[in-house]
């Protein structure tokens, strides 16, 4: 069974810092070296939105335009781990945060439908 949990989400100031963890597991089974993973978000009222996605092998990365030179995605697959480090959060960066791996062998996966396993998401809100 494929799980993805996300966590290191909270409260942060607008251009403060924080750094999520996407813990992955179930995938080893699998062809592990075909399974990217991505980070979306979902702020209140809007669409789920495509944030950053990393090869399996992590040295293929792409990133929404919003958030290139402030975001990193990295991926430890020794520790089975995603992360996303956000530098400069803005207000309007309070959303839900989520980890996703994609169908297997598809790469760049910028959409939610590439996606098959999702996390629960984390909360990230950017507040004065």
């Known amino acids: 069974q494929v799980q993805l949990v996300e966590s290191g989400g909270g409260l942060v100031q607008p251009g403060g810092s924080l750094r999520l963890s996407c813990a992955v597991s179930?995938?080893?089974?699998?062809?592990?070296?075909?399974?990217?993973i991505g980070w979306f978000r979902q702020a209140p009222g809007k669409d789920l939105e495509f944030v950053a996605g990393?090869?399996?092998?992590?040295?293929?990365?792409v990133y929404a335009d919003s958030v290139k030179r402030r975001f990193t995605i990295s991926r430890d697959n020794a520790k089975s781990t995603v992360y996303l480090e956000m530098n400069s959060l803005k207000i309007e960066e309070t959303a839900r945060y989520y980890c996703?791996?994609?169908?297997?062998?598809?790469?760049?996966?910028?959409?939610?439908?590439?996606?098959?396993?999702w996390g629960p998401g984390t909360q990230v809100t950017v507040s004065s």
């Open positions: 990393v090869s399996w092998t992590g040295v293929s990365i």
């Open positions: 179930g995938l080893r089974s699998l062809r592990s070296d075909d399974y990217a």
């Open positions: 996703a791996g994609a169908f297997p062998g598809v790469w760049p996966a910028r959409t939610r439908f590439e996606y098959k396993y």
